[in-house]
Nanobody, 123 residues
Framework: QVQLLESGGGSVQAGGSLRLSCAASGGTFSRYAMGWFRQAPGKEREFVAAISWSGFGTTYADSVKGRFTISRDNAKNTVYLQLNSLKPEDTAVYYC????????????????WGQGAQVTVSS
């Protein structure tokens, strides 16, 4: 049973940067594709980025492409999301998730979820 714990959220002004971390425990981290999703107030949860078990395959939502970078360190059982050039519309709770399958934009493909980290971007 994989457990995921996000950290690194916070408040930042528009144009600023944050790095989210997601530490995994209780399973073989390198077997899982990992994803980041976010949910803004009053909106449905949406896909942000995903990375393959090896780290060589990544995919991004169009809204964050070129600004966010997903990466992983299998030796540390951790996946990261670097958030640059932040905009107020990036304000949301960010969740990391783990999947046995390939990197996927569909949240239903992910069986393991963290508790979320709040990111707030002010204008």
């Amino acid at each position: 049973q994989v457990q995921l714990l996000e950290s690194g959220g916070g408040s930042v002004q528009a144009g600023g940067s944050l790095r989210l971390s997601c530490a995994a425990s209780g399973g073989t981290f390198s077997r899982y594709a990992m994803g980041w999703f976010r949910q803004a107030p009053g909106k449905e949860r949406e896909f942000v980025a995903a990375i393959s078990w090896s780290g060589f395959g990544t995919t991004y939502a169009d809204s964050v492409k070129g600004r966010f970078t997903i990466s992983r360190d299998n030796a540390k059982n951790t996946v990261y999301l670097q958030l640059n050039s932040l905009k107020p519309e990036d304000t949301a709770v960010y969740y990391c998730a783990g999947s046995i399958g390939r990197p996927n934009r569909d949240e239903n493909e992910y069986g393991y979820w963290g508790q979320g980290a709040q990111v707030t971007v002010s204008s």
